[in-house]
C-alpha cells in the first residue's frame, strides 16, 4: 500500500479524502445539517427529501465504484512493479546459467562477511579478492557434443563453481569466462582457492554418454577498495588469467605489474603493425629450396620479416600472431603474396615459389579466390606457387580444409604439408588429403644424430614419402653431415642456413645468378 501512495494517484486521493473531510468539518461547525434538515421540512412536498436520498446513494456509489478502481489500480502497480523486476533480473543475469552478469558485477554493492571467530579478525585483513576464470578446451565440446552438450559443461561449471562458495558473488561475463569475488582471503587461502577452481573444473563430466573435460586457466588479484573502481581489479584479473592461459591449460597466477606492462606494450605493437601493414613495411624474405639430386636452385620459401622504423627486427611469431588475433592476417597474406609473386616473375621458369598460409586462414572459404585474384593480377602462373600448410591447420576446421585444398589443387597450385611430424594425428591427415610434398621439421633433423629413434622417424618419413610418391624436403640442413646423411636417404629437397640464408629479392637475384654460375663451372 505505502507504493500506491507515493504515486500520483496516491496523492490525489488522499487529496480528496482530505478536502472531503474537511468540508464536513466546516458543514458541521456551520450547522449545514440544521439548514439541510430545515429545507427537507419545507419542501418535502415536492420530494425533496427523495432527492437527498438520491444524492447520497450516488455517493455511495461513486465511493464503492472509486475503491474498485482504486483496487484495480493497486493490482496494476504490482504486476508493473513485478515486471520490472523480472526486467532487472533478466537484464543483470546470465540466461543459460541463471549466475549474475557483468552488468550486475558492475552495479552490485558487495556485501561483507560475517566474522564470527575472533582470531581470525586478527589474521585476515578486510579485503576483497577477484578471480578470473577461463575455460581452456571449451570448443573441443562443442565439437565433441554440440552446442546443445556445450551449454550442460557451462551449467555444470557454473554449478561447481557456485559450490565452492556464496552463489550471489559469482559472474558468468559471456562465453566461458567466470569471475568469482571473495571475502577475507589471506595469500595462502587465495592460492588455496584458485588450485580449489581449476579442480572443480576440470573433474570429468559426463554428456550425452561421453566423460568430457575442459582445463581451466585462473587469475586473481585483489581489489584496493575505496581507491579504486571494481571493475580495475577485475580486469587485472583477467589479465592475469590470460598470462596463465599462455602457460598452458590449468594454471593460475596472481597480478604482477609487468603482466600490465607486457599488454601496453603489445596494444603499441598492434598499433605499429596496423601502420606497417598499411605502409608495406613488411617484406618477403626468400630462403632458397636446393634439389639435393642435382644441386639446383627449385624455389624459394617466403618468409616475413619486419623491421621497425627504430631499426629493430620483430620476430615472425610475434606479429604474425598479433595479427591472427586482430583480423589483420589477410591483408598481410595478400599484400606478402603479391609482393612475393612479383619477385617470382624474375626468377627461372623452373624456380617455384613457396608461400605459408596460416591455420586462422584455413578457415576463410574464401582463401582460393584471394590467392587466385593475387595470381592474376601479378600475372604468376599458379603452376609455380606451392602452398605451405600446417598439420595444426587441417584440424580447426576439417570439412572447409578440404575444400580449399581440392579448390587449390584443381587450380593447378601445389601443396605441402609443412612441419610434418610436429601436429596432430600426421598420418591421418596424409590419408585423408592429397599433398605433392611433405616437409621434415627441423627439430628431426636437428637431433638424429644424437637419438637413434629420431633418425629411425626420419628415415620412416622419407619412406613414407617414396611409397607415396610425395616429394620430401628436410629443413634446417645446416652441416655437410646432416646433408650427407639425408643424401643416402633419398631426401629430394633441402633447405637451412648451408645453402643460404633468407634473403631479400635483390640478393635473392644474385643468389640465382651464383647458384647458375657456380653449376655451369663445375659441369
Not at 598499411?278 to 618477403?284: E, F, S, V, Y
Request: hydrophobic content about 45%; charged content about 25%; proline content about 3%.
Amino acid at each position: 500500500m505505502p507504493v500506491f501512495f507515493q504515486s500520483r494517484a496516491g496523492r490525489q486521493c488522499m487529496s480528496i479524502v482530505g478536502l472531503g473531510i474537511t468540508l464536513w468539518l466546516l458543514g458541521t461547525l456551520l450547522r449545514f445539517d440544521d439548514s439541510l434538515a430545515s429545507f427537507m421540512t419545507d419542501f418535502g412536498a415536492y420530494g425533496a427529501d427523495k432527492l437527498v436520498l438520491g444524492l447520497g446513494i450516488a455517493g455511495a456509489m461513486s465511493f464503492i465504484y472509486s475503491v474498485l478502481r482504486i483496487a484495480d489500480l493497486r493490482k496494476e502497480m504490482e504486476l508493473r512493479v513485478a515486471a520490472q523486476a523480472k526486467a532487472d533480473w533478466t537484464a543483470t543475469h546470465d540466461h543459460l546459467t541463471k549466475l549474475p552478469n557483468r552488468y550486475a558485477f558492475e552495479r552490485k554493492a558487495l556485501a561483507r562477511p560475517i566474522k564470527n571467530d575472533e582470531a581470525e579478525i586478527e589474521e585476515w585483513d578486510d579485503n576483497v579478492t577477484i578471480f578470473s576464470v577461463d575455460l581452456d578446451g571449451f570448443k573441443k565440446v562443442n565439437d565433441l557434443v554440440g552446442h546443445k552438450g556445450g551449454d550442460e559443461l557451462l551449467i555444470e561449471v557454473a554449478r561447481r563453481i557456485c559450490a565452492l562458495g556464496n552463489a550471489d558473488c559469482v559472474y558468468r561475463f559471456g562465453g566461458d569466462e567466470f569471475i568469482i569475488v571473495a571475502f577475507a582471503l589471506t595469500a595462502q587461502r587465495e592460492e588455496r582457492f584458485a588450485k580449489l577452481l581449476i579442480q572443480a573444473v576440470t573433474r570429468p563430466i559426463h554428456i550425452d554418454g561421453f566423460a568430457v573435460e575442459v582445463g581451466a586457466s585462473v587469475g586473481y588479484d585483489r581489489w584496493a577498495e575505496g581507491a579504486e573502481p571494481l571493475e580495475d581489479a577485475a580486469h587485472r584479473a583477467d589479465l592475469a588469467m590470460y598470462e596463465a592461459k599462455s602457460r598452458g591449460p590449468n594454471h593460475f597466477l596472481v597480478f604482477e605489474t609487468s603482466m600490465q606492462d607486457k599488454v601496453t606494450e603489445r596494444a603499441s605493437l598492434e598499433t605499429r603493425l596496423r601502420a606497417a601493414i598499411a605502409n608495406k613495411d613488411i617484406k618477403p624474405f626468400y630462403q632458397p629450396l636446393i634439389d639435393l639430386k642435382t644441386g639446383q636452385l627449385c624455389g624459394f620459401e617466403a618468409l616475413a620479416r619486419w623491421t621497425g622504423e627504430d631499426g629493430i627486427h620483430i620476430s615472425p611469431p610475434v606479429f604474425i600472431d598479433i595479427a591472427e588475433e586482430t583480423g589483420m592476417i589477410t591483408a598481410l597474406f595478400e599484400d606478402l603474396l603479391a609482393q612475393a609473386c612479383s619477385d617470382a616473375l624474375t626468377w627461372p621458369a623452373h624456380v617455384m615459389l613457396s608461400f605459408n598460409v596460416s591455420p586462422v586462414q584455413m578457415e576463410d572459404k574464401l582463401l582460393t579466390s584471394r590467392i587466385l585474384k593475387v595470381l592474376s593480377a601479378t600475372r604468376l602462373p599458379p603452376q609455380r606457387l606451392e602452398v605451405e600448410i600446417t598439420e595444426n591447420a587441417l584440424i580447426q576446421d576439417p570439412a572447409v580444409a578440404a575444400v580449399i585444398l581440392e579448390e587449390l589443387h584443381a587450380a593447378g597450385i601445389q601443396i605441402a604439408l609443412d612441419d610434418f611430424g610436429t601436429g596432430y594425428s600426421s598420418l591421418a591427415q596424409l590419408a585423408r588429403y592429397r599433398f605433392d610434398k611433405i616437409k621434415i621439421d627441423k627439430s628431426f633433423i636437428a637431433t638424429y644424430r644424437d637419438d637413434e629413434r629420431q633418425e629411425k622417424i626420419v628415415r620412416a618419413m622419407l619412406g613414407l614419402g617414396r611409397s607415396l610418391n610425395i616429394k620430401t624436403t628436410a629443413e634446417g640442413v645446416e652441416e655437410h653431415g646432416q646433408l650427407a646423411f639425408l643424401l643416402q636417404l633419398g631426401c629430394d629437397i633441402g633447405q637451412g642456413y648451408l645453402f643460404g640464408k633468407a634473403m631479400p629479392a635483390a640478393e635473392a637475384g644474385i643468389f640465382i645468378s651464383d647458384r647458375n654460375a657456380s653449376l655451369a663451372s663445375t659441369a
